[in-house]
């Protein structure tokens, strides 16, 4: 087949034509910016078109398009396809269709996705069971690629649940690692995201498991399994985990119940946790000379960001913990004000953090509007948190509040926050190490 991907350079799109690649078919795309994974999709043998998106694009008579869930319906690229009777589908419908050809199992949830998903992947490796991974992070294991090509029945998908994207996945095993209001200006309120969920769990059959966090309430045919912390198991996990902090702990026993759902034995799974490192941007820690430590982290809502402070001071108990933030989009901002706030403060009276700076908000072009940005900004944000709290204005100015020795430097947030932690890392270490 020939297929053209809008938005190939996408984490999740890329993955898809990655797995079309490896299955010999023909792939073709576009991106709005050239990067390293489209450079990497070059390699691999996919041709794309770099710069605007026009319909002088769709020359040939493609088999199928699949479409970034970003791309909006005028896309020239998408709008010519369909009058010329391409079929085309969006990056979940599409892999929505691949969950139907495997024994799926698909890991959601507000937070924790990608490590999860991860750490059941290896698992599965480890067991010989040779499975296929989409995920929605790098991994150090697959090449720094969010993509693994088994040679089984097994499909490991994160199911991400923006914009209920997960509805098109029909998955034997799913995964709930948690259940929180994120993506407000999709779902609205929290009702409605309890009732995604509840139709995502509703696509198990009766042969089904659910594996869900012990507090989370939600309905299905299929046999459940929860999860919560285990003592004994937990001291367990924390002497033999690389990657610190309670949430891993909790990410690690959703996916020892998949172990044992699929009767892997317990050596092999305690084993695989234990050689997990991390993912990409999740608590990524590099050592940097003069005794520093930067901490790269993907954290972009309250609750991770406790989480990810949390686990940096128990693993750095001793020392002066800087932390570097990035607000990620003015809609998420305004909707979680107060938690922003909130989990800050508390951050600050309980020394989870010594030194907090705040950057302006990531705004998403194109996505948000109005005056939401005079009101929810990072300047407004770092003075409702307090003295304590630092606005540094653009994340340039990050290298002129870096410390010069002696202390673990968290870059936190889901924007282009990352580019400034690469820079950092190369000037730092003489080369750039990504």
């Given at each position: ?34 990067s ?9 043998g ?22 970034s ?12 396809a ?29 937070h ?42 097994y ?39 309890e ?62 119940e998949v172990g ?17 490192y ?32 949390k ?8 020392q ?38 705040i ?9 948000e ?37 002696d ?28």
């Amino acid at each position: 087949m020939k297929i053209y991907f809008i938005g190939i350079g996408g984490i999740g799109v890329s993955a898809l034509a990655q797995y079309y690649l490896q299955k010999n078919n023909e792939v073709f795309g576009s991106d709005a910016t050239a990067s390293e994974i489209t450079e990497m999709m070059e390699k691999m043998g996919a041709k794309i078109i770099i710069g605007e998106q026009s319909e002088n694009n769709i020359k040939e008579n493609y088999d199928l398009l699949i479409y970034s869930p970003a791309v909006k319906n005028d896309n020239p690229e998408l709008v010519i396809a369909q009058k010329k009777g391409i079929k085309c589908l969006s990056y979940p419908e599409a892999l929505g269709e691949l969950t139907k050809e495997y024994f799926t199992i698909a890991i959601t949830g507000t937070h924790g996705k990608s490590t999860t998903t991860s750490m059941i992947a290896m698992m599965l490796i480890k067991a010989g069971m040779d499975s296929t991974v989409i995920v929605g992070t790098k991994l150090k294991e697959f090449n720094n690629s969010n993509f693994r090509m088994g040679n089984s029945k097994y499909l490991v998908i994160e199911a991400c649940e923006h914009e209920a994207s997960f509805l098109y996945y029909w998955p034997q095993i799913a995964v709930v690692t948690n259940m929180e209001e994120d993506h407000l200006d999709y779902y609205k309120n929290f009702e409605n995201i309890e009732k995604a969920f509840n139709e995502f769990t509703g696509h198990l059959s009766e042969k089904g498991l659910l594996i869900k966090k012990s507090d989370i309430n939600l309905k299905t045919k299929a046999k459940i399994i929860d999860f919560e912390i285990n003592q004994i198991e937990a001291q367990k996990l924390q002497s033999i985990m690389k990657v610190p902090g309670e949430h891993n702990i909790l990410n690690a026993l959703a996916a020892m119940e998949v172990g044992k759902a699929l009767e892997i034995p317990e050596n092999i799974i305690f084993a695989s946790l234990g050689e997990f490192y991390g993912t990409w941007r999740r608590f990524d820690v590099i050592d940097l000379p003069n005794n520093l430590v930067l901490i790269d982290d993907y954290a972009h809502h309250p609750t991770e960001i406790k989480a990810t402070l949390k686990a940096a001071r128990q693993k750095y108990s001793n020392q002066q913990i800087y932390c570097f933030f990035q607000p990620h989009q003015y809609q998420r901002t305004q909707f979680l004000w107060e938690e922003f706030i909130n989990v800050f403060k508390n951050s600050l009276d309980e020394k989870l953090v010594d030194k907090l700076y705040i950057v302006d908000v990531y705004d998403v072009v194109g996505r948000e509007g109005g005056d939401i940005a005079k009101n929810y900004n990072s300047k407004i944000l770092a003075e409702k948190i307090g003295d304590s709290a630092i606005y540094i204005g653009t994340k340039e100015n990050i290298n002129k509040y870096f410390p010069k020795q002696d202390a673990v430097v968290v870059i936190m947030g889901a924007g282009n926050i990352y580019n400034t932690s690469v820079e950092i890392k190369a000037k730092h270490l003489g080369t750039c190490i990504d």
